[in-house]
DNA sequence: GCTGGAACGGAATCGCGTGTCAGTTTCGGA
DNA sequence: TCCGAAACTGACACGCGATTCCGTTCCAGC
């Protein structure tokens, strides 16, 4: 199950190589022009290769559009579970602190390439009912990893006892996709934005 | 410039229900199928009209997106300034009980008929650029109008002194967002995301 | 009832993009 | 150097759906 397990000779490894490419670019051509508006010729252009070659890589045009979402969903995962286990601190000084770091990694994946969030966002619900339900699903991964850092904070009682966990962690995911809307926008905003998503989770917007 | 001053024969009333009527077929087709997958000709169906006649009544598909689009809006602006002015409250329980009133506002829109959501939310950015900057600019016109109802409890002292309007703002929008879309899943649980969102804004998440 | 003009319907047109396939090129091994 | 398999290419077939257009129907006014 290591990656060097599979026989890799020389014309296998340009294989898998020109498959990356051609993910990468349906990603540019989807995120800029959308996904509806892009043909196979345009992303087959962009890297100079007939578009019957497209058809040795992929089923078809609904086929790549799902490993392109595979390739997003995997960055962003990858993000987040890296090195922020929810049991890993134990007091709210440590948990503010894990929730900026996290806030950072999705700062860099969001803000960096605005067009990751346009095609998530913007692009992808509307292909069709099932890549709106996968965008869907997404969220409520999201929803359960939030669920799973909050609960762990009251367990410890540095979070308020009667908090509702499971709609608070979606309150708060539509926070940081407020953020990674903004930013589509006002990019340059990305900081400011994360601190007062902070500041209303830790405090509240009440004068004391 | 009174609703009544238009020369309306009987001909013209019946002309003006039918463009009613399309615009509702059409809000129908694009919101289950999706803006792509419907044609002309599904949404003249569903009417027992013959496709033709939807031309003298609108430009072409792009036109009566937009028209869709503005009634949603207008809907949604329409619930909002109602009966809600920023400044119509001067103290803190004041200004939950108004955010509460205009949370149930905002849920009767988008949890009554989730359609409204997933037309707004999942269609209409990826139909094009020029649409999503509309709902882009959507998104940018509920950020001003938190924004002013925050400013106005910073100035009479029931909100944090040093609280970052702006960016709050659109962290709060986040939050509304979150639960639209979390109604396309659970409707039920609406109210209850409601009062989350409402207790992470006033209490925050921290243990007192 | 008749008539002229507006509204309607749906067959036909048109353009576009997906997916196929047969001919061509590339390349590793003998 | 030569051979055969695998990869590549792009002209083409095809279907689909937006838009047009003209023959038909409807209806208000006379």
């Known amino acids: 199950m290591t990656s060097s397990a599979e026989p890799v000779s020389r014309a296998e490894r340009k294989k898998q190589e020109l498959r990356r490419e ?14 509806h508006a892009t043909g196979i010729a345009d992303v087959a252009t962009r890297l100079g290769i007939g578009h019957g ?17 595979d390739d997003l969903v995997g960055r962003i995962t990858g993000a987040l579970t890296a090195e922020n286990a929810p049991d890993a601190v134990s007091t709210l000084a440590e948990y503010r602190e894990q929730s900026a770091r996290i806030g ?24 069709d009912r099932a890549m709106a339900e996968r965008i869907l699903d997404l969220f409520d991964l999201a929803a359960a990893l939030t669920s799973a850092y909050l609960s762990h904070g009251v367990e410890l009682g540095y979070l308020r006892a009667d908090l509702d966990v499971e709609n608070t962690a979606r309150a708060i995911n539509g926070m940081i996709l407020g953020t990674a809307i903004s930013s589509l926008r006002t990019p340059e905003a990305q900081a400011a934005q994360s601190e007062a998503l902070r500041r209303v989770m830790y405090d509240g917007i009440a004068a004391r």
Chains 1, 2 share one sequence.
Do not use: M, W
């Open 53 to 69: 070659t497209f058809y040795r890589y992929f089923q078809n045009k609904r086929d790549i559009v799902d490993h392109v979402v």
């Open 22 to 35: 051609i993910i990468d670019a349906a990603f540019d051509c989807f995120a800029e022009r959308g996904y």
């Open 104 to 127: 950072e990694s999705l700062g860099r994946i969001f803000g960096e390439d605005p067009r990751v969030p346009r095609l998530l966002l913007f692009e992808a619900p509307g292909i």
